[in-house]
């Protein structure tokens, strides 16, 4: 990356602003500013927000659904009749409570019923789980009867015939005959290191450097139970990375935990090799020439008769792509399509075969991700289903009888918000394509199993979310389910985030982000900034939606004091193949958008103490923080990076590979927060999990050790007992250390030392 472009632009902004006297805030930091905050952390605003959406639960195959809100009255089930267009309590809330309490010999409050996956049926049965069973209450005589599920064991798998039961022993695979009880090895190459009908489990942790790692066991049985798909892990080449628990009371040396986890370009990792068995004839067949790195992985679909397999294959690098076809007799394998790129391909394929033997695949072979129709035999492009300059996100259903696909899409509509999605109709044939949801908003949908209806969430960050009823058909909205009720937040003051845009460094694409202000805002004074960051092509971090914008971390920040600013610069997910690819090779320069978004923004706005700009981020965020500190030295004066990935060579190997390249380049050593330590002029908090096997915590490490090489302040915070997951939305003690980090060194005020944040459970 070449940030010398920028060195001529950033200082006369700089020089610019500082020439304007704000008149900054003041107001010392009380018990009140951390209950506002408070009051706006996960677990307590999902209550404060009435009817936020409709999630259903189809039952009576569409002739009604069931979902789950908060209200005044507390946590309620609603029942929708897609017939009688009515929304309705589903049940008796405190009758059940009753019932549940006569079980359990326990106080249950019927404001928050402890029960999951409700659906109706019978028009008098409720089903729902609790405490582990099945229950069946018949509202007709009050009867409530348990179910116990069924104890599925993992580490089986029966014959789609129900002949015969698949398992795994000493490391080999074994079938056992459910009539006559016969037990028959069928696997005898497995050992410790080299185990067939297995898999590598994300957070496997073994105790010590020998320990055993958690048993896991997969088979794929052929639809006429006669063979076996599966892989044999190979763990003999592998390496580990390693933990500290400090935190275990009843231990006074600190145990050592170990897992498997390969970095980029690493050729000790974790290998998957495929596997087929012929049961009759007890032949084993590997599959060497399709084997692939654990974090990669290949999966592979059985034919209908049974004699072939299908699947992706995704050689190292995520450059390419294959669709293949496998004999399973022969063991030919068949190349259908492949597709290759010079930066990295979307893994997140849609993809669905059609029984006229033709198949539907998304690309983004034209710069934009659209469908396609091929033929399966010949693998060749029939016509494309959709084209255009506009992102198809997801292939919702399809009605292969009638010839119609519904998809979800961004960016097709003019004068619109790129990121919003919406629900579109279209012949296989590409013609008639038809918006079905025509709001400005960005549409969240759930259709019915049989493709009739359709639950519409509709909103947008400063637009409280609307849920209807659509008739696919017809396209018709046929029924209002509920509408996002904000009047306990408006109450307190609450204002809508604002949606804004800007010009990025490319200097001609539009950007865009979104900004939270507190309901103590006052358009006289100037607030501190803080961006809050979140980088990777794979995803974009700015609310599109107002349960995104109401459930994050912003609002709860800007509580304190702020205006939180959330920008999505070049490099994001979500618009064309072109704009992703800013970030290819290139993931420590996303934060230079944000300089330029916030201080286009400040031009706008007068509120803005543009001399005191902050920025916090987890997990790939920790490492947009800390960049932005060494890369934006001048501009971001405070940074909180938690759980960060600050040297992408010490990172998981998939993710940096699929997006800032592979093999390993300079880029890699020239983009390290830890390479870059000595840049560092602000105030900085390191902040990781003791027990962190999603990131470990050696690079936070790495990067204190050369900040205190270049003889730099800066302040570390390690949370022994915790992994990946702290400082969350919910809230916990990181939430507060943070917040205080930008109330004394962004705000200079003093934070209240030994508050406990009161969090709702």
Same mark, same amino acid.
Request: hydrophobic fraction near 35%; charged fraction near 25%.
């Given at each position: 990356?070449?940030?010398?472009?920028?060195?001529?632009?950033?200082?006369?902004?700089?020089?610019?602003?500082?020439?304007?006297?704000?008149?900054?805030?003041?107001?010392?930091?009380?018990?009140?500013?951390?209950?506002?905050?408070?009051?706006?952390?996960?677990?307590?605003i999902?209550?404060?927000?009435?009817?936020?959406?409709?999630?259903?639960?189809?039952?009576?195959?569409?002739?009604?659904?069931?979902?789950?809100?908060?209200?005044?009255?507390?946590?309620?089930?609603?029942?929708?009749?897609?017939?009688a267009?009515?929304?309705?309590?589903?049940?008796?809330?405190?009758?059940?409570?009753?019932?549940?309490?006569?079980?359990?010999?326990?106080k249950?409050?019927?404001?928050?019923?402890?029960?999951?996956?409700?659906?109706?049926?019978?028009?008098?049965?409720?089903?729902?789980?609790?405490?582990?069973?099945?229950?069946?209450?018949?509202?007709?005589?009050?009867?409530?009867?348990s179910?116990?599920?069924?104890?599925?064991?993992?580490?089986?798998?029966f014959?789609?015939?129900?002949?015969?039961?698949?398992?795994?022993?000493?490391?080999?695979?074994?079938?056992?005959?459910?009539?006559?009880?016969?037990?028959?090895?069928?696997?005898?190459?497995?050992?410790?290191?080299?185990?067939?009908?297995?898999?590598?489990?994300?957070?496997?942790?073994?105790?010590?450097?020998?320990?055993?790692?958690?048993p896991?066991?997969?088979?794929?049985?052929?639809p006429?139970?006669?063979?076996?798909?599966?892989?044999?892990?190979?763990?003999?080449?592998?390496?580990?990375?390693y933990?500290?628990?400090?935190?275990?009371?009843?231990?006074?040396?600190?145990e050592?935990?170990?897992?498997?986890?390969?970095?980029?370009g690493?050729?000790?990792?974790?290998?998957?090799?495929?596997?087929?068995?012929?049961?009759?004839?007890?032949?084993?067949?590997?599959?060497?020439?399709?084997?692939?790195?654990?974090?990669?992985?290949?999966?592979?679909?059985?034919?209908?008769?049974?004699?072939?397999?299908?699947?992706?294959h995704?050689?190292?690098?995520?450059?390419?792509?294959? @669709?293949?076809?496998?004999?399973?007799?022969?063991?030919?394998?068949?190349?259908?399509?492949?597709?290759?790129?010079?930066?990295?391909?979307?893994?997140e394929?849609?993809?669905?075969r059609?029984?006229?033997?033709?198949?539907?695949?998304?690309s983004?072979?034209?710069?934009?991700?659209?469908?396609?129709?091929?033929?399966?035999?010949?693998?060749?492009?029939?016509?494309?289903?959709?084209?255009?300059e506009?992102?198809?996100?997801?292939?919702?259903?399809?009605?292969?009888?009638?010839?119609?696909?519904?998809?979800?899409?961004?960016?097709?509509?003019?004068?619109e918000?790129?990121?919003?999605?919406?629900?579109?109709?279209?012949?296989?044939?590409?013609?008639?394509?038809?918006?079905?949801?025509?709001e400005?908003?960005?549409?969240?949908?759930?259709?019915?199993?049989?493709?009739?209806?359709?639950?519409?969430?509709?909103?947008?960050?400063?637009?409280?979310?609307?849920?209807?009823?659509?008739?696919?058909?017809?396209?018709?909205?046929?029924h209002?389910i509920?509408?996002?009720?904000?009047?306990?937040?408006?109450?307190?003051?609450?204002?809508?985030?604002v949606?804004?845009?800007?010009?990025?460094k490319?200097?001609?694409?539009?950007?865009?982000?979104?900004?939270?202000?507190?309901?103590?805002?006052?358009?006289?004074?100037?607030?501190?900034?803080?961006?809050?960051?979140?980088?990777?092509?794979?995803?974009?971090?700015?609310?599109?939606?107002?349960?995104s914008?109401?459930?994050?971390h912003?609002?709860?920040t800007?509580?304190?004091?702020?205006?939180?600013?959330?920008?999505?610069?070049?490099?994001?997910a979500?618009?064309?193949?072109?704009?992703?690819?800013?970030?290819?090779?290139?993931?420590?320069?996303?934060?230079?958008d944000?300089?330029?978004?916030?201080?286009?923004?400040?031009?706008?706005?007068?509120?803005?103490?543009?001399?005191?700009?902050?920025?916090?981020?987890?997990?790939?965020?920790?490492?947009?923080?800390?960049?932005?500190?060494? @890369?934006?030295p001048?501009?971001?004066?405070?940074?909180?990076?938690?759980?960060?990935?600050?040297?992408?060579?010490?990172?998981?190997?998939?993710?940096?590979?699929?997006?800032?390249?592979?093999?390993?380049?300079?880029?890699?050593h020239?983009?390290?927060?830890?390479?870059?330590?000595?840049? @560092?002029?602000?105030? @900085?908090?390191?902040?990781?999990?003791?027990?962190?096997?999603?990131?470990?915590?050696?690079?936070?490490?790495?990067?204190?050790e050369?900040?205190?090489?270049?003889?730099?302040d800066?302040?570390?915070?390690?949370?022994?007992?915790?992994?990946?997951?702290?400082?969350?939305?919910?809230?916990?003690?990181?939430?507060?250390?943070?917040?205080?980090?930008f109330?004394?060194?962004?705000?200079?005020?003093k934070?209240?030392?030994?508050?406990?944040?009161?969090?709702?459970?």
């Amino acid at each position: 990356m070449n940030s010398s472009k920028y060195s001529a632009i950033f200082p006369a902004l700089f020089l610019a602003l500082a020439s304007i006297s704000p008149q900054r805030l003041s107001a010392q930091i009380t018990e009140d500013t951390y209950h506002r905050a408070e009051y706006f952390l996960l677990n307590s605003i999902q209550k404060e927000v009435y009817h936020l959406e409709v999630i259903p639960s189809w039952t009576q195959e569409s002739r009604a659904f069931v979902h789950s809100t908060y209200t005044a009255e507390g946590k309620r089930f609603f029942k929708t009749d897609t017939e009688a267009l009515t929304t309705i309590p589903a049940f008796d809330h405190s009758k059940l409570a009753k019932l549940l309490e006569d079980k359990s010999g326990e106080k249950i409050d019927p404001r928050e019923l402890p029960i999951e996956r409700v659906s109706l049926s019978n028009g008098s049965k409720v089903t729902f789980v609790w405490r582990s069973h099945n229950w069946v209450w018949n509202t007709k005589n009050d009867s409530l009867e348990s179910l116990p599920m069924s104890d599925r064991n993992e580490m089986e798998s029966f014959s789609p015939d129900k002949k015969w039961m698949a398992y795994s022993k000493n490391y080999n695979l074994y079938v056992k005959n459910l009539s006559t009880g016969e037990e028959t090895q069928v696997s005898f190459d497995g050992k410790k290191g080299f185990e067939y009908a297995s898999y590598y489990g994300w957070s496997d942790l073994m105790s010590g450097e020998n320990g055993e790692r958690p048993p896991h066991f997969t088979v794929n049985w052929s639809p006429d139970s006669k063979k076996i798909y599966t892989q044999i892990v190979d763990l003999r080449l592998a390496e580990k990375m390693y933990l500290l628990d400090f935190s275990k009371d009843e231990k006074f040396r600190p145990e050592l935990l170990s897992y498997y986890r390969g970095s980029p370009g690493d050729s000790t990792v974790v290998m998957y090799i495929p596997v087929v068995f012929d049961l009759e004839k007890k032949t084993e067949q590997k599959l060497p020439a399709l084997a692939s790195p654990h974090f990669i992985g290949i999966s592979l679909r059985w034919s209908e008769d049974s004699k072939k397999l299908n699947g992706f294959h995704f050689p190292r690098g995520f450059k390419e792509f294959l @669709l293949l076809e496998m004999n399973t007799e022969t063991f030919d394998i068949r190349q259908i399509y492949s597709e290759s790129a010079p930066t990295h391909i979307n893994r997140e394929h849609a993809f669905r075969r059609l029984e006229d033997g033709t198949f539907i695949i998304s690309s983004e072979k034209s710069g934009w991700n659209q469908l396609y129709l091929h033929d399966w035999v010949t693998g060749a492009e029939l016509h494309p289903i959709t084209t255009g300059e506009f992102v198809v996100n997801r292939l919702s259903y399809l009605d292969e009888e009638n010839g119609l696909l519904y998809f979800e899409a961004s960016g097709k509509e003019a004068g619109e918000n790129p990121y919003f999605n919406h629900l579109y109709r279209v012949n296989l044939d590409g013609s008639d394509l038809q918006l079905l949801t025509p709001e400005n908003a960005f549409h969240e949908v759930y259709i019915s199993p049989d493709g009739k209806f359709a639950v519409d969430n509709f909103s947008a960050a400063n637009q409280p979310t609307q849920s209807v009823l659509i008739d696919l058909k017809s396209g018709e909205r046929i029924h209002q389910i509920s509408k996002a009720d904000i009047s306990n937040l408006s109450r307190r003051g609450y204002k809508l985030p604002v949606p804004f845009t800007a010009t990025a460094k490319d200097g001609k694409t539009e950007i865009h982000g979104v900004y939270f202000l507190p309901t103590t805002f006052d358009t006289k004074k100037k607030y501190p900034v803080i961006d809050y960051t979140y980088t990777g092509p794979h995803t974009s971090t700015a609310p599109k939606t107002f349960k995104s914008a109401i459930l994050g971390h912003q609002q709860a920040t800007a509580e304190i004091g702020f205006v939180v600013v959330t920008v999505d610069g070049l490099g994001g997910a979500g618009r064309s193949k072109a704009f992703s690819d800013v970030s290819y090779n290139n993931l420590g320069d996303g934060t230079t958008d944000h300089v330029l978004a916030i201080t286009q923004l400040a031009e706008k706005v007068k509120f803005l103490d543009i001399n005191r700009v902050g920025i916090f981020g987890h997990s790939a965020g920790g490492y947009d923080a800390g960049r932005a500190m060494l @890369l934006h030295p001048d501009f971001y004066k405070v940074g909180v990076a938690s759980a960060g990935d600050h040297d992408f060579r010490m990172e998981k190997a998939w993710w940096p590979e699929m997006y800032m390249g592979y093999p390993i380049g300079d880029y890699y050593h020239e983009q390290s927060n830890i390479t870059n330590a000595a840049n @560092l002029k602000g105030h @900085l908090l390191l902040a990781h999990g003791g027990i962190d096997e999603n990131v470990n915590p050696s690079a936070t490490f790495k990067l204190a050790e050369n900040l205190i090489k270049a003889g730099k302040d800066f302040d570390l915070f390690i949370w022994p007992s915790r992994n990946h997951s702290f400082g969350r939305p919910p809230g916990d003690y990181f939430t507060k250390k943070r917040w205080d980090y930008f109330i004394e060194h962004l705000m200079g005020e003093k934070p209240i030392r030994h508050y406990q944040l009161q969090l709702e459970d």
